[in-house]
């Protein structure tokens, strides 16, 4: 299990913070801290929301930003269907959103650029600790939503993606508080230039107050739930069901 900062916290409040400091690769494999790791996080997160409500990641000015933005995570999707999307610009490819929606939809990439459109320069904290500047564009993803039109039982929005990790297919998930904050965009353009490969072409999350794992690359499809349960491994995300990282990221 990765121990992230959050988790650290969680377990000073349960009053084991000093042995963690001692031996933390055996405290992970405890099962009774293990548990208390995992259910921190429902505190946490309630916390974090309580304190900062719908504020804005903090966004900024072109000068600011990275020479060099690392593309990490898979760069490549050997898919033959999506290499064919890729050799031929995309100008076939379409989004899905489905699930519980009222209104499926198959949405072009022309359609996606065609909503209104936010720009932001923000930064990304990756989980191995480095972090970079970018600016993103794309339109909201609630502007997406509200043309699908959500069923009174969807919680979770779930991004299904073309990559694949050690055979498993990727995907990532947020609630919809995250999935109607205003800087929660579906960027199909990156620096002032569609997304390359490396970094998610054509579309990419980009859920900028939670930490990069998050900002699901490849999008091909988002589907609206009810539950995570029985999704792969039932945690929501790739990282969370083969790493147990938490699955809520927020910083």
């Known amino acids: 299990m990765i121990v992230t900062r959050r988790h650290l916290l969680g377990i000073g409040t349960a009053g084991v913070g000093g042995l963690l400091l001692g031996g933390c690769d055996r405290l992970n494999e405890a099962p009774g801290v293990r548990q208390g790791l995992i259910d921190s996080e429902g505190l946490t997160m309630r916390a974090q929301r309580l304190l900062i409500g719908d504020a804005l990641a903090r966004e900024y000015a072109e000068g600011d930003m990275s020479p060099n ?15 064919a999307h890729l050799a031929q610009g995309f100008a076939q490819w379409t989004l899905r959103v489905d699930g519980l929606v009222q209104r499926p939809l198959d949405l072009p990439l022309a359609a996606l650029k065609a909503l209104p459109q936010r720009e932001q320069i923000t930064r990304h904290d990756c989980v191995e600790g480095w972090s970079a500047i970018g600016k993103w564009q794309g339109p909201q993803l609630s502007a997406v939503l509200a043309r699908a039109g959500l069923l009174r039982d969807a919680r979770y929005v779930v991004f299904h ?15 919809l508080i995250d999935a109607f904050h205003p800087q929660t965009i579906l960027a199909w353009r990156m620096n002032d230039q569609p997304l390359s490969e490396a970094h998610g072409a054509p579309l990419r999350l980009r859920v900028e107050r939670q930490l990069g794992y998050k900002q699901a690359k490849f999008v091909m499809r988002i589907e609206l739930r009810r539950s995570l349960a029985g999704l792969y491994g039932g945690k929501g995300g790739f990282w969370e069901d083969d790493r147990d990282y938490a699955w809520y990221a927020g910083i």
């Open 161 to 175: 993606c073309a990559d694949r990790l050690g055979g498993k297919p990727y995907y990532e998930s947020i609630d």
């Open 69 to 83: 933005f690392r593309s990490n995570g898979s760069v490549s999707v050997e898919s033959g269907a999506y290499r």
